[in-house]
């Protein structure tokens, strides 16, 4: 082989293998963030959808236990990935809890509740803080909505 | 004559013979050369495997480096991290496979994709490492095995997969474990995808 040959070739692995590593570093970079979103996502409504099953139909007991699994899943979500958007859900699991503990009479752990969904809730943007029983209204205004069309 | 020849000698004949010699070794070269068309494959399958090598070597470093600054900025330890990503990988697996074997699911493929979704759930849920998140599997299973009951052909199995999914939400604690409860569960689930055109309907 000639030392022209052996240029050649070790321009065109070293060309190759640059232009291939920009592309598959630029095509990662802006697929990882997304898919890691869409699944954080999916994780999240897959807890809500346990969550607002067990509320409707488990004893209160048991429903409870789960939304507290469901709540404390979410937290992880919130501390795996500070940017992940669960607080929506998070919201709605602790005020559901509230609702809960309102059944049984628990005054003191519905105000426990509600005192952690209005920690999960609070936003520096917000122009004026939600009251309790705005969120409550809200959770059951899903449950209307979801009983409507019949999901 | 005599000078002529030795000038022949001693000048000409030796440049000649010189320039003989160096043409010939420009036109026989002391390695055999290769047509043009090989070389030029021979590089373009060097670039090609360089790009390959170089593509996975991209990925692989922005993985590394994404998950290294998503650790950085975590609040869990990377153990906690480990088996966090774990849990959100089998929660998302679940709706995905909701979505394939409800609303993306052809009509007459349906008892196929839920018993594929079954199959599935049944292997998450003999994982140790996501016991945690078993309640959540159990719900989805029980859910999955009644939807199958309702597309099933066959009487028997159908009537296995409803008793299945009954000793599943008793065990979840439900005040209600019968038929209509049950049947309750698999409409709602028919309606779901079908929200957006619910909300119309409303509206």
Redesign the interface.
Known sequence: M?RA?KI??AC??????????????????EI??SQEE???F??S???LD?AR??FR???A???A??LL??AT?LE??R????GADVKDSLVEIYVRLALLADRRNDDEDSRASMARAQQALHSPLARRPTSDAELKDHVSAIDRF?E???? | MNVKRSFWHSQIAPARRETVAVSTASKVPA?PRKPFGV?FS???V??????????????R???LS?LHE?QR????SEA??AH??L???A??K???M?LLAGPLAKPDLQARTRREQIDNLNLLRQRADLA??K??LD??LARAEVLFAEKAGDPQQAAQSIESARAI?QA?????SSDD?LHD?A??EA??G??GI??K??E
């Open positions: 000639t040959a050649t070739y065109s692995l070293l060309l190759g293998f640059l232009v291939g590593f920009f592309l598959g570093f630029r095509q990662t970079a990882l963030p869409a699944r954080t999916s994780a409504e897959s807890l346990f099953a067990q139909y488990a004893k007991d048991e429903a236990k789960s699994l469901c899943l992880r979500l501390q795996r990935d500070p979801d409507s069309v019949g999901r | 390695t070389w021979i590089a373009l060097l670039l090609i495997a360089g790009g390959a090598l170089g593509w996975i070597a991209g990925k470093i922005e993985v994404y998503r900025l975590s609040a869990l906690d991290q966090t990503d849990i959100v990988a929660l998302s679940v709706t995905q909701r945690e998140i309640p959540i719900f989805n939400i979840l604690g439900w005040e209600d409860a569960i409409k709602r309606n779901f079908n929200l619910a909300r309907a409303q």
